[in-house]
């Protein structure tokens, strides 16, 4: 499964942006799709995840209130809705998929670059 991030960009703080996630195959059938990023110099965080069937969310307590992770069956296509932007969410965001869960990733996409300017 190739996964595909975009819609990361420069945005200044307090403002939006929205990730999408795209699939290579024509039904995800993975059972969950995560959001991840890592800022230069830390390790790589859980940010958010969905369960692709249920739609149960889980976020972060770092984003929480601020992001929201959601899909659209019909297009195979995740997202990942980023208001009130920090410039600590500033970091390669990163959109993974789980066979089984949330505990271990099976696919990852290449990254997106968000950048929250003060």
């Known amino acids: 499964v190739q996964l595909q991030a975009s819609g990361g960009g420069l945005v200044q703080a307090g403002g939006s942006l929205k990730l999408s996630c795209t699939t290579s195959k024509r039904t995800f059938s993975s059972v969950v799709m995560a959001w991840f990023r890592q800022a230069p110099g830390k390790e790589r965080e859980f940010v958010a995840g969905i369960n692709w069937s249920g739609g149960n969310t889980y976020i972060a307590d770092s984003v929480k209130g601020r992001f929201t992770i959601s899909r659209d069956k019909a297009k195979n296509t995740g997202y990942l809705q980023m208001v009130s932007l920090k410039p600590d969410d500033t970091a390669v965001y990163y959109c993974?998929?789980?066979?089984?869960?949330?505990?271990?990733?099976?696919?990852w996409g290449k990254g997106t670059q968000v950048t929250v300017s003060s």
């Open positions: 993974a998929a789980g066979d089984y869960g949330l505990d271990n990733m099976d696919y």
